[in-house]
T-cell receptor
Framework: DAGVTQSPTHLIKTRGQQVTLRCSPKSGHDTVSWYQQALGQGPQFIFQYYEEEERQRGNFPDRFSGHQFPNYSSELNVNALLLGDSALYLC????????????FGPGTRLTVL | KQEVTQIPAALSVPEGENLVLNCSFTDSAIYNLQWFRQDPGKGLTSLLLIQSSQREQTSGRLNASLDKSSGRSTLYIAASQPGDSATYLCAVMEAGKTSYDKVIFGPGTSLSVIP
């Protein structure tokens, strides 16, 4: 049973570009959450997708958007990249219901030059 | 607004010592609390999950406790080993009808176990 997978592993972009990160949830999970982790800090919640809709959002600008597909996989899109967007982006999957454990993927390391 | 803090920020101990990591949160309305381990540049590995109705969970040399009323959790690591060196993060899952599965993380404790 594959756990949460993310692609790509590493990514280098320049300021102003756009990036798309991908996540496949653990088998049987229907909810995907995205987190940004800057160096030396804990992960910060970006948003969560359930039933192909954004269900909740953290304190991130509209440059950060996402999508969930019918197979529950998800994408995170970031437009107009800033140097400060450099971080590890983590995806977590869970079952809808509010009490279940979240399982995290290995993350995508984004570097903005 | 839920805030999670962890003390200490960094800890260095000799191999074999028992140690305690602390986590505090400001809002007791949580579904659960999770402890994670993170190796440098890697994703998160779940160590223990404590539901809000539980007081503690154990896995091998790890024991986590939860006191929801005081907003505190501890992670106890027995007989520490160099392989335990990593950053340990605690995270609470908020409860409430407007907080679906939202997880708030602490900043982490960086642990070094010296051989």
């Amino acid at each position: 049973d594959a756990g949460v997978t993310q692609s790509p592993t590493h990514l280098i972009k320049t300021r102003g570009q756009q990036v798309t990160l991908r996540c496949s949830p653990k088998s049987g999970h229907d909810t995907v959450s995205w987190y940004q982790q800057a160096l030396g800090q804990g992960p910060q919640f970006i948003f969560q997708y359930y039933e192909e809709e954004e269900r909740q959002r953290g304190n991130f600008p509209d440059r950060f958007s996402g999508h969930q597909f019918p197979n529950y996989s998800s994408e995170l899109n970031v437009n107009a990249l800033l140097l400060g967007d450099s971080a590890l982006y983590l995806c977590a999957s869970s079952l809808a219901g509010g009490e279940d454990e979240q399982f995290f993927g290995p993350g995508t390391r984004l570097t903005v030059l | 607004k839920q805030e999670v803090t962890q003390i200490p920020a960094a800890l260095s101990v000799p191999e074999g010592e028992n140690l305690v990591l602390n986590c505090s949160f400001t809002d007791s309305a949580i579904y659960n609390l999770q402890w994670f381990r993170q190796d440098p540049g890697k994703g998160l590995t779940s160590l223990l999950l404590i539901q809000s109705s539980q007081r503690e969970q154990t896995s091998g040399r790890l024991n986590a406790s939860l006191d929801k009323s005081s907003g505190r959790s501890t992670l106890y690591i027995a007989a520490s080993q160099p392989g335990d060196s990593a950053t340990y993060l605690c995270a609470v899952m908020e409860a409430g009808k407007t907080s679906y599965d939202k997880v708030i993380f602490g900043p982490g404790t960086s642990l070094s176990v010296i051989p």
